[in-house]
């Protein structure tokens, strides 16, 4: 399909792209580890202790400001080196199952890891949301979810395995790579990218699956992710969405430092023990202890509270006035979320005034409480739409979806 074609109203271009065959190889990658981890690796093979730093420091440039992807393209380093490198690792990007642009500019990627000491190989989706001066990227962190909330379609696929760090950090450098947003690499034609320099601003862990339920992989991935020698994404710039695994809401704080989102969804224990499991370990007060102890909050560094709304279910001004209460003194913004209806679920989406309604309240109490709405279409039609049609979303409207879900996180400035 032509870059014209896939940019007609409405279309979505597919484009399954050749698989590079290097991809099935068993070797290790280095991407993803950690310097040390890194260096030993390295050591292992031979490189000597007092080279080490130096080529963990060339090797980082490579990947993560150059983001080449082929070891012969390392220009200043000795061939024999390249060539052990080569006989020993990998630094292959994921194979890409397929691509869809659709004609707002939202990408989408459905991308094959190959098993390589992982578990089985496994299809993720990676999400890209240009919109004027960002780039967000949605991320994913398991395939499946342990966690069975009770609206989310996910929370019915059982969970494959944990995504690691490798696997993380590779949606952002593919990301990149079709976007053309490393050093002397071209943009698409007709792709529609933020204005600044870079193609993809922002990250949000709002992919598949519960981050803190794979907080080493997670962690290790994010720091690289905004380590200031190489991809250097600043932490304001990162959201982290949880569901609420408070002990790892803690470490997140102290040990990865990046923005907070937190699946509310209800605010007194009873309905959020339905909504949301994880509550009966975790209940709100403990929940919310965590969050206002979370690091350097302040009007300009805010957590972010998910809130889907639930016909008749969480939707009350009642239930406004409690949020109210319950998140006294953080520092907070709440995104409302229409529900998002999907085959088999008995939830549908609140009224569009009784959403109004509910965001006017919490407006009033002093917080910003966004709706958020599909890109390009009426909330209204796609609501409606939805109900009528009710079986099945079209690829189009859950990208469109998923886009409206991603967009607006992170503070803007550095
Ligand atoms: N597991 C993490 C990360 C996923 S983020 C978490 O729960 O925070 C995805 C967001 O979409 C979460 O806030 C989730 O609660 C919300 N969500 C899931 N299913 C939804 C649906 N059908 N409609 C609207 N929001 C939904
Ligand atoms: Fe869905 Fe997140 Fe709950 Fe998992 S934790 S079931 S991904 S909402």
Redesign the pocket.
Known sequence: MSVTEAFAPGAIAKKPLVANPDLFTSKPSLIGLTRPQMAKALHEKGVPEKQLRMRVNQLWHWLYIRGVSDFDAMTNVAKDMREMLKEHFTIARPEIVEEQISNDGTRKWLLRFPSRGAGRPVEIETVYIPEEGRGTLCISSQVG?????S?????TQKLVRNLTAEEILSQLLLARDRLGDFPGADTPPGAFVPTGDRKVTNIVMMG???PLYNFDSVKTALLIATDGDGLSLSKRRVTL???GVVPEIYRTGEEIGVMLAI?LHAVRDELRDML?P?NKKYPLKELLDACRAYPSLSNARRITFEYVMLKDVNDSLEDAKLMVQLLKGIPAKINLIPFNPWPGTNYQCSDWATIEKFADFINAAGYASPIRTPRGRDILAACGQLKSESERMRKTERLAFEAMMIAGHGEDDD
């Open positions: 979810c342990t966690l069975t909330c609206f989310c379609h996910t929370g598949m699956g519960e969405s949880t569901s699946s949301v994880i």
